[in-house]
Nanobody, 127 residues
């Protein structure tokens, strides 16, 4: 299971760093993705990182502003979010992908191989 933390309420232009801590499974062998779901919208995949951190991918909506990283020893995945916008307001989730898709494409929330979803952390960005 993952536990996300680090969310909060910020002003546009500010930064936040989210953490996703794993327990009970071998997180270090899986690609990990961050997802978000805004009110009234479908969940979207925004970034992913391969198990050895040799490949990352970003959606166009966050490219250049968000950075994903991981510490396999500590079993934590991070999402550094800079230059936040009101459109970034959402609940943010992480999940592991049992299939190594991040090397080929951005992880999608529709991928049936996703496991160990966390409960999410709320990010609210005001203008």
């Amino acid at each position: 299971q993952f536990v996300e933390s680090g969310g909060g309420s910020v002003q546009a232009g500010e930064s936040l760093r989210l953490s996703c801590a794993a327990s009970g499974f071998a997180m270090e062998i899986y690609d990990i993705g961050w997802f978000r779901q805004a009110p009234g919208k479908e969940r979207e995949g925004i970034t992913c990182i391969t198990s050895r951190s040799d490949r990352t991918r970003y959606s166009d909506s966050v490219k250049g502003r968000f950075t994903i990283s991981r510490d396999n020893e500590r079993k934590v995945v991070y999402l550094q979010m800079d230059s936040l916008k009101p459109d970034d307001t959402a609940v943010y989730y992480c999940a592991a992908d049992l299939a190594p898709v991040c090397r080929e494409r951005l992880i999608s929330p529709a991928d049936r191989s996703l496991r160990y979803w966390g409960q999410g952390t709320q990010v609210t960005v005001s203008s």
